[in-house]
């Protein structure tokens, strides 16, 4: 059974760092991992993906101050999270895709709460 588990997150100011990390278990090798938001009220988002091959994906809001990088061999993936914002506040979901004889399985973590104050 695969499994998600994240850490990091926390309170910060604008202006700060933090760092999240996901760790997927019960599986030798994922796909795709990612990051996904929501916030209060409004629909989860893509944040960013990398495939297995290192290909990267961000969303416009956050390039040049967020950086996702995996360790493919620990089946792990972070988010270093630079210049943040208050509207980056949000709960942060891991996400990983996995393809099995065509067929796609989509997993997601618990999520964890990120909160910028201004």
């Known amino acids: 059974q695969v499994q998600l588990v994240e850490s990091g997150g926390g309170l910060v100011q604008a202006g700060g760092s933090l760092r999240l990390s996901c760790a997927a278990s019960?599986?030798?090798?994922?796909?795709?991992m990612g990051w996904y938001r929501q916030a209060s009220g409004k629909q989860r988002e893509l944040v960013a993906t990398?495939?297995?091959?290192?290909?990267?994906n961000y969303a416009d809001s956050v390039k040049g101050r967020f950086t996702i990088s995996r360790d493919n061999a620990k089946n792990l993936v972070n988010l270093e999270m630079n210049s943040l914002k208050p509207e980056d506040t949000a709960v942060y979901y891991c996400?990983?895709?996995?393809?099995?004889?065509?067929?796609?399985?989509?997993?997601w973590g618990q999520g964890t709460q990120v909160t910028v104050s201004s």
């Open positions: 996400n990983a895709v996995r393809i099995v004889r065509g067929i796609r399985y989509l997993y």
């Open positions: 019960g599986s030798d090798s994922m796909n795709a």
């Open positions: 990398i495939t297995a091959g290192g290909s990267t």
